[in-house]
């Protein structure tokens, strides 16, 4: 929270000073709410509630007008699923003159419902929004993904059809595509002019985000397709995104080429498996093991000094990779990404809220109450085209190990990494 000045006098709450993106301050929040609801630590809820209802809009949609210049379809599914967590968690609402967090949710569904594109590349959302940013076009996993996310809990959370309806459809298109491989990697996308070239970069917030709208569709349909779909990219995930028993952004991690955007995007792969754990409790074997031996790395790459880059105490300044001690990179993203690690060991609470059960098979009944590798030049700073830096390397040997002993662990490390 050093790094956050948006709720001090004459700043503007939900915005990041450079060299952040307006996206990531919606990450930032997504990711308070779900150390509330882990923790119980309600210190951050009113800079959280702020900076959500002051970015969103005119219209209710996160779409507001000193964003108009940058922002695209991926940045504002980003702070969508940030209202949606809130909804899901039971986060302190809004006051009654306001949109509720599930309102603006489905406020920005119907934005993208509307934006779909099914005269060029046979559907999909672009990239940008608006025809005159760079990369409208390009139609990315990022945006659909956090369409899809977005769809897949909203449909959860109402029993909509229409949400169903979408999320498969979502879905079915990357599929189409060649976007989600028969092998449930995720690539990046595919441009307008040339819609059979997929860009084959892999990001871990985009396999994060769909395995966690695939978990969703199973808690609430309990069909074999979407166990078949959350299965593969679980696959997915360990065979690209696992090293040595941690998680890596494969794509970049290991060659230092990762932009400041892709630094954060681990935290969302970290939700979206802690989430499967709870809408699908049969992979909690497998998930749960990575969980605990990823945040024991990040925890232990949590021990850098006060730097003009890092205001925080000395010796919390958490570093990018996990898979070796602190590498002298800081930033929001490498916090979040360490705070989402450290807290998804924490069990119990979170997965009794979202009715989860242990015998392996969906629920229907309702929850208690995101973007795409980057590139330089870009408008917004979720997304883009760029050419992988390094070959995906091969999942580790996971240990079984109760997760719960991670609460012993890790209990002295939580508040020093905030």
Known sequence: MKYYNGNET????????????????GALFDTLIDYWAQTGDDAYNAVTKQGLLWQTGENNDFLPANQT??????DQGVWALAALSAAERGFPSASSDQDQWLALAQNVFDDFAARWDAKVCGGGLRWQIFTFNAGYDYKNS???????????????QTKNGTYARWASDVFAWEQKAGLISDSYQVFDGVHTA????????????????????????????ASSEWKTRV??????????????????????????????????????????????????PYTRQTIQPLLLSSAQAAAAACSGPTTKTFLGRSGTACGFSWLQAFDGKTGVGEQLNALSAVI?????????AQGG????????????????TAGSGKPSGTSGPVKASVTPGGAG???????????????GVVVALL
């Open 10 to 25: 004459g700043q503007i709450p939900g915005i990041l000073p450079e060299p952040y993106y307006w996206w990531e301050t």
């Open 69 to 74: 210049e940058a922002e695209g379809n991926d």
């Open 142 to 156: 990022a945006s659909n993904g956090v369409f899809f996310d977005l769809a897949a809990r909203l449909y959860l």
């Open 194 to 221: 040339s819609c059979g070239e997929v860009n084959k970069v892999q990001s871990s917030m985009n396999a994060g985000i769909f395995l966690h709208g695939a978990a969703a569709m199973y808690n609430a349909t």
């Open 231 to 280: 299965d593969g990219l679980l696959k997915g995930v360990q065979s690209t995104f696992v090293k040595d028993d941690v998680l890596v952004e494969a794509a970049c991690e290991e060659q230092g080429t990762c932009s400041t955007d892709m630094q954060s995007y681990k935290s969302y792969l970290v939700r979206g498996l802690k989430a499967t754990t709870e809408w699908a």
């Open 344 to 352: 998804s060991t924490i069990s119990g609470a979170a997965a009794a």
């Open 357 to 372: 059960d242990d015998d392996g098979e969906g629920s229907s009944g309702a929850a208690a109450n995101g973007t795409s």
């Open 397 to 411: 040997t996971r240990v079984a190990v109760d997760a719960v002993a991670a609460v012993v662990a890790l209990g």
